[in-house]
């Protein structure tokens, strides 16, 4: 037979991996299974043995449902918030000019930095009972909120921030020169470029609150049907010995949250302009 | 905001006028009432009572055993995810396999598991009535409500964050100058130490900074299979949680206090690693 054309390059590539790629991958994988995979499996082999039908029993018994509907409910507006504060925080920092700039965009990584269990202290401390406003929003949903609010706060600026500083601001120029002002030509031009940014932010916010633990528990008094979230019911169902019962709650949960990983890694790839991986 | 009926001669009118000032306001007193605020206040509860109360919960047993166990849980957790984290960037940036996407991903998954949901996989694992329960009891090891599972933990939450920040400063770095290193005959573990381990210093630094801080202040997973035994078996964050459970509040804040300065410290060295970005 005459010889054809070369094969196309991806099918060359996909054909010879090295020997000692082999062995990093075996080295990865290990580790990643002793640390993650299998713990994680152990988690899904517990429900598994419960089957379809008693998961759905503990995850709809009303002490559970409501506390997964409170999770939910409360991180999609967590998420929300986190959208149009985080943009308009991004913004502030990137465009606009103000004394003590540096030090206010370093603060921003405090929440990633601060052991979750002392920004549930500091909430109680300035918004608990004897607090600097005479609020007390200790025990209620609004403090589940706060601390959810405090623990997110970062990402959708994180994420907004460096798409910001690379735009180009002429297409605004030309816009505003053009006659649009002020919302419209971020409206259509400046939004469009940062939804990317700003979804992928809000959804890593939603996953994060979706889990988060150790802010909440000082301050939300963790009283079922009224302020307990879905991992602090899986604490509760741990503490009281029903270990399957947390499996099945928390294979709801990691479920939630991978599919929101993966719709995360879309929404990256649609930013990017639909090439490169890793 | 309000409409601007300017001519076109001020094509600049974005950065100026009532919606700039309201923007910072806005911004600036969410900063306040969320984050600096509270954390101040921590500062200003711990010395309401003077200085004396502060000084006695630094030095008690308890607290000071608790410290000592934090840091030697992350000194056994930053570096195995450090080593680990280098690795398996160069492995996702430089190396083509199939399922690379996969691992990616795969990598990423610590950050979506809520830290209680780690704590209860440990103890599905190693538990007593886990899948190595039985073998670890017969051969006398325990694991959970001790060390191990608390470091297994702790490595656990804190997986991801070298390899993230690595893998965009590779992937940058490219991989002419290894190229040239092998091209003038040196071997792969000297390119490594002497060209590629230099140019992504700043990678590596920045995330075993994250790591490091994510270690100190693991709170749910460590509090669940740590049995939290005090002297024994707690950390700082779990101390401070015991802390404020039997109303000794001058103990927990005082313990908070140590953490949040470590946090700012952490702030503050990050934004001295990250100059470029500084956004000023």
């Known amino acids: 037979m005459v010889p054809a054309r070369p094969a196309p390059p991806k099918v060359l590539r996909r054909t010879r991996v090295r020997r000692s790629t082999l062995l990093g991958i075996g080295l990865v994988t290990l580790y990643l299974s002793v640390i993650v995979l299998i713990p994680l499996a152990a988690v899904a082999w517990h429900a598994a043995e419960l089957g379809p039908a008693a998961i759905w029993r503990v995850v709809s018994s009303p002490d559970t449902r409501a506390a997964l509907q409170l999770s939910l409910f409360s991180s999609l507006a967590v998420a929300a918030i986190n959208a149009v504060v985080g943009t308009i925080i991004a913004w502030v920092l990137v465009r606009d000019t103000f004394p003590g700039k540096t030090m206010v965009n370093a603060l921003i990584d405090l929440p990633f930095a601060l052991p979750t269990i002392v920004a549930g202290l500091t909430l109680l401390a300035l918004y608990g009972p004897k607090g600097a406003f005479g609020v007390n929003l200790a025990y209620t949903r609004a403090a589940v909120m706060l601390a959810l609010l405090f623990v997110t706060l970062p990402f959708v600026v994180r994420s907004v921030q460096p798409v910001l500083m690379e735009l180009e601001q002429d297409v605004e120029e030309a816009a505003s020169a053009l006659g649009a002002h002020g919302l419209t030509v971020f409206r259509r031009v400046v939004l469009p470029s940062l939804l990317p940014a700003i979804v992928s932010g809000a959804g890593l916010s939603f996953a994060r609150a979706m889990g988060e633990f150790g802010s909440v528990v000082l301050i939300s008094g963790n009283i079922p049907f009224k302020t307990q979230i879905a991992p602090v019911r899986i604490f509760a169902l741990i503490e009281s010995g029903d270990s399957a019962g947390a499996a099945a709650l928390a294979v709801v949960l990691l479920l939630i949250s991978f599919a929101v990983l993966l719709g995360l890694a879309f929404v990256q790839r649609w930013g990017r302009g639909g090439d490169e991986e890793a | ?280």
């Not at chain 2, 500062?43 to 000071?64: C, K, S």
């Not at chain 2, 399922?99 to 990616?104: D, E």
């Not at chain 2, 964050?161 to 100058?177: A, C, H, K, M, S």
């Open chain 2, 1 to 280: 905001m309000r409409k601007r009926s300017k001519g076109p001669a001020a094509p600049i009118s974005r950065g100026s006028g009532a919606g700039k000032y309201g923007l910072r306001t806005i911004a600036l007193a969410y900063l306040a009432l969320i984050l600096v605020l509270p954390v101040g206040m921590v500062f200003y509860r711990t010395f309401e009572n003077g200085l004396r109360p502060v000084l006695q919960a630094l030095t008690d047993p308890m607290a000071l055993h608790a410290l000592y166990l934090t840091v030697v849980i992350a000194a056994i957790a930053v570096p195995l995810n450090t080593v680990f984290g280098v690795f398996c960037a160069l492995l996702l940036v430089r190396r083509a396999f199939p399922g690379k996407r996969f691992l990616s991903v795969l990598v990423d998954v610590p950050f979506a598991v809520s830290p209680v949901v780690v704590g209860l996989s440990l103890v599905l694992v190693y538990g007593r009535t886990g899948w190595l329960g039985g073998w670890l009891a017969e051969n006398g090891m325990r694991v959970i409500f001790a060390w191990p599972s608390m470091v297994l933990a702790t490595i656990f939450v804190s997986l991801p964050f070298v390899v993230r920040e690595v893998v965009p400063v590779l992937q940058e770095f490219g991989v002419e100058q290894d190229q040239a290193a092998h091209t003038l005959g040196a071997t792969t573990w000297q390119t490594f130490w002497r060209i590629t381990l230099p140019a992504i210093r700043g990678g590596v630094t920045y995330g075993v900074v994250l790591t490091t801080a994510r270690a100190l202040g693991e709170f749910g997973a460590v509090s669940i299979v740590s049995g939290k035994i005090a002297g024994q078996t707690s950390t700082l964050t779990v101390h401070v949680e015991e802390r404020f459970q039997q109303f000794d509040l001058v103990g927990a804040y005082t313990s908070s206090l140590v953490l949040a300065v470590i946090a700012l410290v952490i702030v503050l060295g990050m934004t001295l690693l990250r100059p470029k970005e500084a956004g000023s």
